[in-house]
């Protein structure tokens, strides 16, 4: 990793700050504030609030615009870092959120165009980063869940910082499927052991560094040495059948069909919002806040 500088600091609208150091390496981390900040207990929650996405999008979108008309070089590449202040990279969407929006809908239909702009939002996210025209990549440490995976999974590139990091796409075992790209943008990483990573992403297992660095989820790791410790997956939650056969019938019909991304993305899209619908998102939902096990059907 490079050191940086406090000279070339600032913060982008209210919830990223970037920095540019002196090998003209562009930093871009989440601040713990606000929806991202738990007051009582004084501590970042590293959650990606639909508002960071939003403006995760700007920034992105603003950036690759400069990039684009900037003959310069100025920035080489980008590190995104996620909640690098409180050594969590992100753990994804608001739990509590995505209970609100099925509670206040008022019938299916409500709901399901509800659970499309939620994914939306997040897709619209992680394509601009994906287009950066300059190599962007995700520095992971603490956690990489959810939409945290779907964030690192959109870059270019993955870093880990700690074997100790955990990674894993838990929707299944909420009653839902990847919502944010979970269900694309894996065909983008190199020598990926896709077999094993749709099994995890069907499951919602949760696994370390080791594993993600076995599997080639990831490219490289801060420390190699810290790698002799032994892989490892959990997989202790009960999850959505419905979800699974979900996840399988949208990788099933992108393997089918020549799908460009756009395309690939909306029918993911479509699929979260039926199971945004499900018995089982409020029973894998009701069941995550109430810390206990989901009872699928």
């Known amino acids: ?5 406090e000279k070339a600091e600032c913060i982008y609208r209210k919830y990223i700050k970037c920095l540019l150091d002196e090998k003209s390496i562009l930093h871009v981390s989440f601040i713990g504030i606000d929806e991202t900040f738990d007051a009582k207990r004084q501590k970042t929650k590293p959650y990606l609030p639909l508002i960071l996405m939003m403006e995760l999008q700007e920034f992105f979108s603003e950036m690759n615009r400069f990039l684009e008309n900037n003959s310069k070089d100025d920035i080489k590449e980008v590190y995104l870092e996620g909640f690098a202040d409180a050594n969590v990279f992100a753990v994804g969407a608001v739990i509590d959120a995505i209970k609100k929006i099925l509670e206040t809908s008022m019938d299916k239909y409500t709901l399901y165009r509800k659970a499309m702009i939620f994914s939306e939002i997040g897709q619209n ?16 440490d603490g956690f990489a ?3 945290g995976l779907e964030l690192a999974m959109a870059c270019h590139a993955r870093m880990v910082k700690s074997i100790n990091t955990v990674f894993g796409l838990p929707e299944t075992t909420l009653g839902l499927i990847p919502g944010w790209g979970g269900t694309w943008w894996w065909r983008f990483i190199p020598k990926l052991n896709q077999e094993k990573f749709i099994e995890y992403m069907k499951t919602g297992a949760s696994f370390n560094a080791r594993e993600a660095l076995s599997i080639n989820l990831i490219d490289s790791t801060v420390d190699i040495d ?3 410790t032994p892989a490892i997956v959990n997989q202790s939650k009960p ?3 419905s979800s699974v056969a979900m996840i399988k019938d949208v990788i099933g019909i992108t393997n089918k069909i020549d799908t460009g991304t756009n395309l690939a993305l909306s029918i993911e899209r479509e699929n979260f919002a039926v199971a945004m619908t499900s018995p089982d998102a409020m029973e894998g939902i009701t069941a995550f806040l109430e810390k206990r096990k989901a009872n699928f059907e």
Request: charge should be positive; aromatic fraction near 4%.
């Open 1 to 5: 990793m490079t050191e940086k500088t």
């Open 125 to 140: 996210a992680l394509l601009e980063i994906k287009s950066c025209p300059k190599k962007v990549t995700a520095i992971i």
């Open 145 to 147: 869940l959810g939409g």
């Open 226 to 228: 810290e790698m002799e």
């Open 239 to 241: 999850y959505s059948r």
